[in-house]
């Protein structure tokens, strides 16, 4: 099969998300479960903005088995509803990158999650930059409205 490039290419031991996955790096994790795990974009898009990857390494959906894939798209459904509660959000969008011709920064896998308001339509939109207060407050929201 043939491999997509990405000059973000690296292995689980140097790999970013590996490292969040691993406890190794901080992050504003909303959701975990055995297989996956979420957590807040340090760039987002929109606040509340979350990031779900599956916590074994691979760096697109091709080096997934179709239940992975499954069950990341499970998980990200999952959080999609808690992001819109939390935020007030009046819709989201699940953006999919493959590759660095796709615009993967990270050569891991994700599914964005990304709230949108009504004034996003049609727009594009810009990354921000939260303060570490706001992203904590923003991932407790998340988290409160995982809750069952």
């Known amino acids: 099969m043939k491999r997509l490039f990405n000059s973000a290419s690296v292995g689980p031991d140097r790999c970013i998300f590996c490292k969040i996955v691993r406890g190794d790096l901080p992050s504003n994790k909303v959701y975990e479960d055995a297989h996956y795990l979420a957590f807040l974009d340090i760039n987002p898009f929109s606040k509340g903005h979350t990031l779900v ?78 303060d570490e207060a706001e992203m904590q407050a923003t991932a407790s929201a998340i988290r409160t409205a995982m809750a069952p």
């Open 53 to 130: 990857c599956p916590k074994e390494h691979g760096e697109t959906i091709w080096d997934m088995k179709e239940d992975e894939i499954g069950g990341l798209f499970l998980a990200a459904s999952k959080v999609s509803k808690a992001v819109v509660e939390a935020t007030g959000a009046e819709g989201f969008r699940f953006v999919q990158n493959n590759g660095e011709a796709a615009n993967q920064a990270v050569a891991h896998v994700h599914v964005h999650v990304i709230p949108v308001m009504m004034e996003h339509k049609g727009k594009t939109m810009n990354r921000l930059k939260l």
